[in-house]
């Protein structure tokens, strides 16, 4: 079974940075999607980034330019490199996988889930 376990979250002030990880075990790592989405209380969930097997990277476009996903197959690690923060950005990120080769930016295409870091930027 796949475990995913997030770490990074904290609190930090707009225009500062955090480096959320993700650490998975069991399954093949490197052929599967990885994701990240986030939550907000009285909000749906909401796509943030995705990197396929192949490193090819997919950004919201409310982080764009701002927020750099990468993948280390031999530590079997995600990462989530998060610049420029906004106080908008505030929410439970949530790592995720996908056993497919593509990106995606729907929660119901993902297959197993972490249990979430809490981000908080305050202004």
């Known amino acids: 079974q796949v475990r995913l376990v997030e770490s990074g979250g904290g609190l930090v002030q707009a225009g500062d940075s955090l480096r959320l990880s993700c650490a998975a075990s069991?399954?093949?790592?490197?052929?599967?999607?990885m994701g990240w989405f986030r939550q907000t209380p009285g909000k749906e969930r909401e796509f943030v980034s995705a990197i396929s097997r192949n490193s090819f990277p997919y950004y919201a476009d409310s982080v764009k330019g701002r927020f750099i996903i990468s993948r280390d197959n031999t530590k079997n690690t995600v990462t989530l490199q998060m610049n420029s923060l906004k106080p908008e950005d505030t929410a439970v990120y949530c790592c995720?996988?996908?056993?497919?080769?593509?990106?995606?930016?729907?929660?119901?295409?993902?297959?197993?889930w972490g249990q979430g870091t809490q981000v908080t930027v305050s202004s």
């Open positions: 069991g399954g093949t790592f490197s052929r599967y999607t």
């Open positions: 995720a996988l996908r056993e497919a080769f593509l990106n995606s930016r729907l929660p119901h295409d993902y297959d197993y």
